[in-house]
T-cell receptor
Framework: GQNIDQPTEMTATEGAIVQINCTYQTSGFNGLFWYQQHAGEAPTFLSYNVLDGLEEKGRFSSFLSRSKGYSYLLLKELQMKDSASYLCAVTDSNYQLIWGAGTKLIIKP | IAGITQAPTSQILAAGRRMTLRCTQDMRHNAMYWYRQDLGLGLRLIHYSNTAGTTGKGEVPDGYSVSRANTDDFPLTLASAVPSQTSVYFC???????????FGPGTRLTVL
């Protein structure tokens, strides 16, 4: 079966760094997405990895290891507005997105 | 219209009633999707359409139907609503080849 695992909830302090991990087992792989979802809102795109390595975009970076079925999202210089859920999703061989349940990130002052 | 829109924003519905959730996009995306999102379960795909005139079943299709008469519109119909269909419903679209999905604002549906 297809499976995406990520922690249910994480807590971090404003100004700090946090890493949210995601492991996956899917039928085929055509890329991995990270989305941010604030409470009561729709998910919005953060990053996309299809090749191994680190993709950096401002305070956010995403890493992929296809051989390990592993990705992480790194958030630096945390701000209160980063409190949200972070969703990991993998595109399978049919170009369908398989979604993780999301990681709720709580930022404390 | 800019992007993807859904209607209604929220709805309370009596069990057994028929309901259609509307979704329209103006980005000329060929693929469209309907998800439901329940607490602790993440996004689950109900139905999808890779191009106008075709549809497919997702992970949780029972009790729902869709149609894709044209590129822009992808309505989701609950033929006879049940309380377990209480959820937040998101419509999304993408260029199939790229995969990045853009989401509508969601419809919060309560079935009593």
């Amino acid at each position: 079966g297809q499976n995406i695992d990520q922690p249910t909830e994480m807590t971090a302090t404003e100004g700090a760094i946090v890493q949210i991990n995601c492991t996956y087992q899917t039928s085929g792989f055509n890329g991995l997405f990270w989305y941010q979802q604030h409470a009561g809102e729709a998910p919005t795109f953060l990053s996309y990895n299809v090749l191994d390595g680190l993709e950096e975009k401002g305070r956010f970076s995403s890493f992929l290891s296809r051989s390990k079925g592993y990705s992480y999202l790194l958030l630096k210089e945390l701000q209160m507005k980063d409190s949200a859920s972070y969703l990991c999703a993998v595109t399978d061989s049919n170009y369908q997105l398989i979604w993780g349940a999301g990681t709720k990130l709580i930022i404390k002052p | 219209i800019a992007g993807i829109t859904q209607a209604p924003t929220s709805q309370i519905l009596a069990a057994g009633r028929r309901m259609t959730l509307r979704c329209t996009q103006d980005m000329r995306h060929n693929a469209m999707y309907w998800y439901r999102q329940d607490l602790g379960l993440g996004l689950r795909l109900i139905h999808y359409s890779n191009t106008a005139g075709t549809t497919g079943k997702g992970e949780v299709p029972d009790g729902y139907s869709v149609s894709r008469a044209n590129t822009d519109d992808f309505p989701l119909t609950l033929a006879s609503a049940v309380p377990s269909q209480t959820s937040v419903y998101f419509c999304a679209s993408s260029l199939l080849e790229k995969g990045e999905q853009f989401f509508g604002p969601g419809t919060r549906l309560t079935v009593l």
